[in-house]
Each structure stands twice: as structure tokens, then as C-alpha cells.
């Protein structure tokens, strides 16, 4: 799964390095950012496809939309059972449900090693089963939910998909390697924010407040920064989203 954010663009990345094919899919589902997201992904292609280091084909991206994804009753249901014990992000019942309706296997999610808050996803992997490593193939560490070990659940609902070897580090270890090989570019072409506020990261939604607890603040004005803190300091949402607003207009 791609989205042109940081964590699944350093997966592309790794795996553009191999003499294989790959086939991103992208999850269509309503986010304000979803314009911004396919612009990232385009120029972030572009790149790769014309990097020296690339050998993979890289496959054009696959859309998937809420009409691409059938009713499974029993998908939805164990979904529904692990979400109620923390919360999960829907995304995981409609990949699941698509994966299963059209046989689609191994895809890749690219979670990351959290840094300071905690990780709705790691919490229910935890609760419901164990993660098993492995090397594939082309020699690289891919995590996956360990079938013999783990709820029915968490099986049928996270067991067809490959875990990222970016399960086992941070945004900043991720970051670091990029600059490191030479993809400060791509690096900077990544998106991330949910919210924007005409065109610019609002700093206040969940991507941006795991960016910015993860380390990554070069990516926010300070203005954008003190809203984050506002906000974690119990200001009103929408009294932090006007003020995010008139500071973008009034370029701070």
C-alpha cells in the first residue's frame, strides 16, 4: 500500500533497488489530502523511475475505491471486534475485504516503530497474536502475523499482508537512510498531513502529531508548531484550525 507518505515511500524505495516488479495500491477513501497525496505519489514515480539505483518495474498505481470493496460479513465483523478494543483506522477492514474479494496477496503495509505515542496498530497486534520475522527473496526483513500464534481475528484480518522491514525502525532512522542514499529529494516530496490548510500541513491532525512527536519538526513552521502545542495543551480544535488558518494566509 502506497499513499506518498514517508513510511510506505521508503518501502518503494528499498524495494526499487531489486530486479522485480511492484504494484502500489492506493486506498481512495474521502481524505481532504487525497489530491496532494496522488501529486506526491506522481512526482515521487517520476523520481524513482528515472534514479540510476532503480532496477524494479514499477507498476502504475492501482485506486482502490468504496466501490471495489465488497460487503464480507465476517471480515467486518472480526474487525469490528479487534477496533473495540482501541481503536483501529477503518482502512484495515476495507484492504482486508478487498484483498480477500480479489485475491490479492502480500500486500505491504509500512508501519514504523513509534517513538512516543502509542500505536493503536502494535496494541492490537500485541493483544490478539505474536509478529513473526522472516528474510524474503530478495533478502530483505518482512514481518508478518504468525498463524499458528494468533486470534482468529487478527488472522483474518491482518494474516494475508507483509509488515515492512520499517515495522523494526523509527521516521527518523527512515529519514536518516534516505538523506544517507541520496533521496533527500523524494524525502521532501513526501506527504503527510490529513488536514491541510490551503496547500500546508495544519500541524494538529494525527499524521502531523506523529511527525512531529517522531522528530520531524523541520517539516512545520513555528507557527504551525505552537498550534501543535496549543492543542496538546487542551485548546478547542476549531479555535486551533482558525488560528492554523489565518497563519497560513498570513504566510507565518
Same mark, same amino acid.
Given at each position: 500500500m502506497w499513499t506518498g507518505g514517508l513510511d510506505s515511500t521508503y518501502t518503494m524505495i528499498v524495494y526499487s533497488h531489486y530486479d522485480i516488479e511492484i504494484q502500489p495500491y492506493y486506498l481512495r477513501?474521502? !481524505?481532504?489530502?487525497?489530491?496532494?497525496?496522488?501529486? =506526491?505519489?506522481?512526482?515521487? !514515480?517520476?523520481? #524513482?523511475?528515472n534514479n540510476e539505483k532503480t532496477k =524494479?518495474?514499477? #507498476?502504475? #498505481?492501482? %485506486?482502490?475505491?468504496e466501490e471495489d470493496i465488497p460487503s464480507d460479513s465476517e471480515v467486518e465483523a472480526a474487525y469490528s471486534r479487534l477496533k473495540a478494543q482501541g481503536g483501529l483506522g477503518s482502512q484495515y477492514d476495507?484492504? =482486508? !475485504?478487498?484483498?480477500r474479494h480479489h485475491d490479492v496477496e502480500g500486500l505491504f503495509y509500512s508501519p514504523v516503530k513509534p517513538t512516543s505515542s502509542a500505536s493503536k496498530f502494535r496494541g492490537c497486534i500485541e493483544a490478539n497474536g505474536v509478529?513473526?520475522?522472516?528474510?524474503?527473496? %530478495?533478502?530483505?526483513?518482512v514481518f508478518t502475523v504468525?498463524?499458528?500464534?494468533s486470534s482468529p481475528d487478527l488472522k483474518l484480518v491482518f494474516g494475508g499482508f507483509n509488515l515492512s522491514e520499517t515495522f523494526d525502525? &523509527?521516521?527518523?532512522?527512515?529519514?536518516?537512510?534516505?538523506?544517507?542514499?541520496?533521496? &533527500?529529494r523524494i524525502l521532501e516530496k513526501t506527504w503527510f498531513c490529513h488536514t491541510p490548510v490551503l496547500g500546508k500541513a495544519c500541524g494538529c491532525c494525527h499524521p502531523c502529531e506523529t511527525t512531529i512527536e517522531a522528530g520531524q519538526t523541520w517539516r512545520f513552521t513555528e507557527s504551525r508548531l505552537k498550534r501543535y502545542r496549543e492543542l496538546k495543551a487542551g485548546a478547542s480544535p476549531g479555535k %486551533?484550525?482558525?488560528? &492554523?488558518?489565518?497563519? %497560513? #494566509?498570513?504566510g507565518r
Open positions: 477513501h474521502g !481524505r481532504k489530502s487525497e489530491k496532494y497525496e496522488f501529486k =506526491a505519489m506522481e512526482e515521487i !514515480r517520476e523520481e #524513482l523511475l =524494479a518495474k514499477i #507498476l502504475p #498505481l492501482i %485506486v482502490i475505491g476495507w484492504i =482486508a !475485504r478487498y484483498a509478529i513473526k520475522e522472516y528474510v524474503n527473496s %530478495v533478502g530483505r526483513k504468525d498463524m499458528e500464534n525502525i &523509527t521516521k527518523l532512522e527512515e529519514e536518516k537512510r534516505m538523506r544517507e542514499e541520496g533521496y &533527500t %486551533v484550525r482558525l488560528e &492554523t488558518y489565518l497563519d %497560513v #494566509l498570513l
